[in-house]
């Protein structure tokens, strides 16, 4: 089953159940926002399937958006199990980054810094 992110409306990013829950658990020990992390917990244990970042507070969106540029696809580098579809998956995280950029999402500090 293909679940959602949507950035803004028309910049969305769709993937495996699998790959979007392990991009949302890549946020949820790295926010500072229990709020949030316990909001996107629950996505992922329910198998919502969709994640609409516009829902969340202008704070909220920036972490996110900082995390992932800073450091989704290397933790999919490092991380994801070594199989034939490894390079598709994190060329997938990496169309999410960029999404990122797309969706006017302005340019940050690193996510540790705040």
Sequence with gaps: MASLIVLKPGVDWTATGGLFDWTLEFLISRLS???TANH???????NL????IDELSDAAQQEIVSHWRNGLVMAGEQH?????????AIQHLQ??????????????SDPGSQ
Excluded: M
Aim: without cysteine; aromatic residues 10%; proline residues 5%.
């Design 33 to 35: 926002d229990r709020q």
């Design 40 to 46: 996107l917990q629950e996505i992922v244990d329910n």
């Design 49 to 52: 399937g969709s994640f609409w």
């Design 80 to 88: 994801l199990p070594e199989t034939e579809h490894k390079i598709d």
């Design 95 to 108: 169309e999410l980054v960029n999404a990122t950029y797309s969706a006017g999402f302005p340019e940050s």
